[in-house]
């Protein structure tokens, strides 16, 4: 599975692991994606996509969750 959000492209990014001693070791941040179908809500012909969608564009209802 795609770890990309299909409608606003929020992809994994890169940060720092930091211990007490201050060493910084690189991790993947990943962001909160699952798959479902969904329709957006700026579309004008209401159709239905499926994919991955973040769930920060659900909470905003950026899409619509199709059940």
């Known amino acids: 599975m ?7 492209g929020k992809r994994p990014r890169v940060a720092n692991n930091v211990s007490h001693a201050n060493n910084r070791t690189k ?9 479902m179908q969904y329709m957006c809500v700026n579309d004008p012909k209401n159709r239905v996509h ?8 659900l909470k ?6 199709i059940v």
């Open 60 to 65: 905003a209802n950026l899409v619509r969750k």
């Open 27 to 35: 991790k993947w941040v990943y962001p909160n994606v699952h798959r």
């Open 2 to 8: 795609s770890r990309i959000c299909d409608n606003c």
């Open 50 to 57: 499926s994919g991955c969608v973040c769930t920060k564009c």
